[in-house]
């Protein structure tokens, strides 16, 4: 279990390129189903440290990166794309929160 959250992790920021390089070459479609991939995989992430108690603090720098990738990339879209994107970036950041809730909230049980 704990070798999942690296995994997923590794898929999410794939599929942020992906997302990235659709984008520019005007696919929106291919490039919205990729950001629900970096949403559904960090998800993943975090579900699977939280279980194992393992990579917590690795996957919270991860889903930071890639939600400050997603804010990044939504300044370069036009009006009507950005509103998902924004949407995932904001899943990413309560991810997060979720993840440092977790991490310091270890020694209070």
Do not use: C, W
């Amino acid at each position: 279990m704990e070798d999942r959250p690296p995994l997923y992790v590794e898929i999410a920021e794939r599929q942020l390129g992906v997302a990235s390089e659709s984008y520019k070459a005007g696919d929106t479609e291919k490039a919205r189903a990729a950001v629900n991939d970096v949403v559904l995989y960090s998800s993943k992430a975090r579900d699977a440290s939280i279980q194992s108690g393992k990579k917590l603090k690795n996957t919270e720098i991860s889903v930071r990166k890639m939600a400050l990738k997603l804010r990044d990339l939504r300044r370069t879209l036009s009006f009507d794309e950005q509103a998902p994107v924004q949407a995932a970036a904001d899943q990413l950041e309560s991810m997060r929160g979720e993840l440092l809730s977790h991490m310091f909230s270890k020694g209070k049980r």
